[in-house]
C-alpha cells in the first residue's frame, strides 16, 4: 500500500434524530486513520469509536482526530478557525476509513493522485438515501507546453439496501465514459485516469445525505 497527502474535512454536526422510541441525541462514529509515522517510517493506526452528543460540531471532531494523530508520531497539520470547520492534513496516509452521519459528513481528498481504492457500504444504525460525489483534478502532458488541465465528476444516488459490491458496480458504471478504472477485490473501484489520456492528479470523494440525521454510510479511501 502506497501512501501520500491526505486531506479530511468534517462537516455539519449532530443533531437530534428519531429512533424506534425517545429521540436520540447523541450518535456514534467511526474513525480509523492510518499513516506512517514521520520518525521511523513505522505503521501506526487510529481507531477512534466515539459516542458524541447532540450538538457536537465537526471542528470539534476535527481537533480530537488531530490530537491522538499527533500523539501516534503522524504527522498532521490542522487548519481553520473558529467559524470554519476547517482541515486535517495528513502526512504520508495510508488510508481514511470513516463512518459517520447522525448529520456529519466528511470530504476524503487524495492530494497529491488517485487513490488505490473507493469502497462505500450500506448505513448501520441510521438507514438512510445518500450522494456519492467523486471529483478529480486531471492533467494532459503536452510536448514544448504547459498541461492542459481540467476537472471531472461523478455522482451517484445510493440506497441503503445496496451493498459495498453493488456500489463498487455503480460507480464503474458510471464512470465507464470518461474514467479508466478497475474494480480490484469485488466490493471497491479503483480510478486510473482518464479515457482521454489525461492524468488523474487528485481525487476527493462524499457521502451525503439530504435526510434528518443523515445516514451512517461508511466511506474507506486508500491511497
Same mark, same amino acid.
Request: net charge negative; aromatic share 4%; proline share 6%.
Given at each position: 500500500?502506497?501512501?501520500?497527502?491526505?486531506?479530511?474535512?468534517?462537516?455539519?454536526?449532530?443533531?437530534?434524530?428519531?429512533? &424506534?422510541?425517545?429521540? +436520540?441525541?447523541? !450518535? #456514534?462514529?467511526?474513525? @480509523?486513520?492510518?499513516? #506512517?509515522?514521520?520518525?521511523?517510517?513505522? &505503521?501506526?493506526?487510529?481507531? #477512534? !469509536?466515539? !459516542?458524541? %452528543?447532540?450538538?457536537?460540531?465537526?471542528?470539534?471532531?476535527?481537533?480530537?482526530?488531530?490530537?491522538?494523530?499527533?500523539?501516534?508520531?503522524?504527522?498532521?497539520?490542522?487548519?481553520?478557525?473558529?467559524?470554519? $470547520?476547517?482541515?486535517?492534513?495528513?502526512?504520508? %496516509?495510508?488510508?481514511?476509513?470513516?463512518?459517520?452521519?447522525?448529520? #456529519?459528513?466528511?470530504?476524503? +481528498?487524495?492530494? @497529491?493522485? =488517485?487513490?488505490?481504492?473507493?469502497?462505500?457500504?450500506? &448505513?448501520? +444504525?441510521?438507514?438512510?438515501?445518500?450522494?456519492?460525489?467523486?471529483? /478529480?483534478?486531471?492533467?494532459?502532458?503536452?510536448?514544448?507546453? =504547459? $498541461?492542459?488541465?481540467?476537472?471531472?465528476?461523478?455522482?451517484?444516488?445510493?440506497? =441503503?439496501?445496496?451493498?459495498?459490491?453493488?456500489?463498487?458496480?455503480?460507480?464503474?458504471?458510471?464512470? /465507464?465514459?470518461?474514467?479508466?478504472?478497475?474494480? &480490484?477485490?469485488?466490493?471497491?473501484?479503483? $480510478? !486510473?485516469?482518464?479515457?482521454?489520456?489525461?492524468?488523474?492528479?487528485?481525487?476527493?470523494?462524499?457521502?451525503?445525505? @439530504?435526510?434528518?440525521?443523515?445516514?451512517?454510510?461508511?466511506?474507506?479511501?486508500?491511497?
Amino acid at each position: 500500500m502506497a501512501q501520500g497527502l491526505c486531506q479530511v474535512r468534517f462537516l455539519g454536526e449532530v443533531d437530534a434524530y428519531e429512533e &424506534p422510541g425517545p429521540v +436520540a441525541v447523541g !450518535h #456514534l462514529v467511526e474513525v @480509523e486513520i492510518g499513516a #506512517l509515522t514521520t520518525a521511523g517510517d513505522e &505503521p501506526r493506526e487510529l481507531v #477512534l !469509536h466515539l !459516542h458524541l %452528543a447532540r450538538g457536537t460540531r465537526g471542528a470539534e471532531l476535527t481537533e480530537i482526530v488531530g490530537d491522538r494523530l499527533r500523539r501516534l508520531g503522524i504527522g498532521v497539520v490542522r487548519t481553520g478557525g473558529e467559524d470554519d $470547520p476547517g482541515s486535517l492534513w495528513i502526512e504520508r %496516509a495510508r488510508y481514511v476509513r470513516l463512518r459517520l452521519g447522525g448529520g #456529519l459528513s466528511a470530504v476524503v +481528498a487524495c492530494s @497529491e493522485g =488517485p487513490p488505490t481504492a473507493l469502497r462505500v457500504l450500506p &448505513p448501520s +444504525a441510521i438507514e438512510s438515501t445518500a450522494t456519492l460525489t467523486v471529483s /478529480a483534478s486531471t492533467a494532459r502532458v503536452l510536448r514544448g507546453r =504547459p $498541461p492542459m488541465r481540467d476537472v471531472a465528476a461523478l455522482e451517484l444516488s445510493l440506497a =441503503p439496501e445496496l451493498s459495498a459490491a453493488e456500489v463498487a458496480s455503480l460507480l464503474s458504471e458510471a464512470a /465507464a465514459k470518461a474514467w479508466v478504472g478497475e474494480r &480490484p477485490r469485488g466490493d471497491d473501484w479503483r $480510478p !486510473h485516469k482518464m479515457v482521454d489520456g489525461a492524468a488523474i492528479t487528485g481525487v476527493s470523494v462524499q457521502v451525503s445525505s @439530504e435526510t434528518q440525521g443523515g445516514g451512517d454510510w461508511r466511506l474507506e479511501v486508500e491511497l
